[in-house]
């Protein structure tokens, strides 16, 4: 058990990039969460307003992370997933709500 979080660890900072994917990945459940429960008590989107405000600063951060540890493919393709995650499921969520 040990071993494989430590392997899991290694794979993580092997590009810091995908550690800054996975903190992005909570950052928008958590707000995707906030944001459900505050629907009953007139919850307006300000919270995933936020999220996308902030998501798209981290977006581009993570993608220049990315391009220094792997290249300029790896620049693109974090660019992407960042995308996908910080921008474009807090926008879905929110419409589903």
């Known amino acids: 058990m040990v071993s494989q979080l430590v392997e899991v660890g290694s794979w993580l900072l092997e590009?810091?990039?995908?550690l800054l994917?996975?903190?992005?990945?909570?950052?928008t459940w958590?707000?995707?969460v906030?944001?459900?429960?505050?629907r009953r008590s007139g919850g307006s989107g300000w919270l995933t307003l936020a999220r996308l405000v902030t998501g798209a600063v981290f977006t581009l951060?993570?993608?220049i992370v990315a391009g220094f540890y792997g290249g300029v493919g790896a620049f693109f393709g974090y660019l992407a997933i960042q995308?996908?995650?910080?921008i474009v499921?807090?926008?879905v969520w929110l419409?589903?709500?």
């Open 34 to 38: 906030a944001e459900y429960n505050g």
């Open 89 to 91: 499921t807090p926008i």
């Open 30 to 32: 958590c707000v995707g």
């Open 21 to 27: 994917v996975l903190i992005s990945m909570i950052v």
């Open 61 to 63: 951060f993570t993608a």
């Open 15 to 18: 590009n810091p990039a995908r």
């Open 83 to 86: 995308v996908m995650v910080s």
């Open 95 to 97: 419409e589903k709500m």
